[in-house]
T-cell receptor, first 118, second 116 residues
């Protein structure tokens, strides 16, 4: 099956610094990728839709200037948390839909990145 | 707007018991997809099943079974003879292809604890 990787798996950063999270589709191309955030004991909340070659679409309440998304190629999307604060500490998960009409309704999830801001 | 409700926040069962996780969805679309995912403590989401709105057949996969009923907008998940390895958070999710964006709407999840 299709594989999505994320890097790093865990990151600890100091308040005020920026951190970049990478999401890669390893064996398929993804013109669209999704970024989710999951706080402890809560569900996944969609943050934004990353589109290759164009601007990301952000969900209501998500600061686009704080969470910078770049989808530079068909296999890579990056999420940069700028000027991170402790409240940004969370589990960030990316996903990509499969290829083909039917398969595109299948989401392939990355293993997630646990961000801790101290 | 679409919505997925998993009313059970946490469930505890003793090993070998059967357990059913409930999922109720809301949508006005006639074409949609329903999913179940398992999230073990490691955090990675594990795909369990996808069902489209035109296929109401129940599905069985080993100890897992799913009951899809459009009349009650429910897509319940049953684990038979539960095992400790089944302990995880289970999410039900809805996708509306008519929106063209392939976005998933997740329920809040049900944490299942299987006690040995």
């Amino acid at each position: 099956g299709a594989v999505v990787s994320q890097h790093p798996s865990r990151v600890i950063c100091k308040s005020g610094t920026s951190v970049k999270i990478e999401c890669r589709s390893l064996d398929f191309q993804a013109t669209t990728m999704f970024w989710y955030r999951q706080f402890p004991k809560q569900s996944l909340m969609l943050m934004a839709t990353s589109n290759e070659g164009s601007k990301a679409t952000y969900e209501q309440g998500v600061e686009k200037d704080k969470f910078l998304i770049n989808h530079a190629s068909l296999t890579l999307s990056t999420l940069t948390v700028t000027s991170a604060h402790p409240e940004d500490s969370s589990f960030y998960i990316c996903s990509a839909p499969g290829q083909g009409v039917i398969s595109s309704y299948e989401q392939y999830f990355g293993p997630g990145t646990r961000l801790t801001v101290t | 707007a679409q919505k997925v409700t998993q009313a059970q926040t946490e469930i505890s069962v003793v090993e070998k018991e059967d357990v059913t996780l409930d999922c109720v969805y809301e949508t006005r679309d006639t074409t949609y997809y329903l999913f179940w995912y398992k999230q073990p403590p490691s955090g990675e989401l594990v795909f369990l099943i996808r069902r489209n709105s035109f296929d109401e057949q129940n599905e069985i996969s080993g100890r897992y079974s799913w009951n899809f009923q459009k009349s009650t907008s429910s897509f319940n998940f049953t684990i038979t003879a539960s095992q400790v390895v089944d302990s995880a958070v289970y999410f039900c999710a809805l996708l509306l292809p008519g929106a063209g964006s392939y976005q998933l709407t997740f329920g809040k999840g049900t944490k299942l604890s299987v006690i040995p």
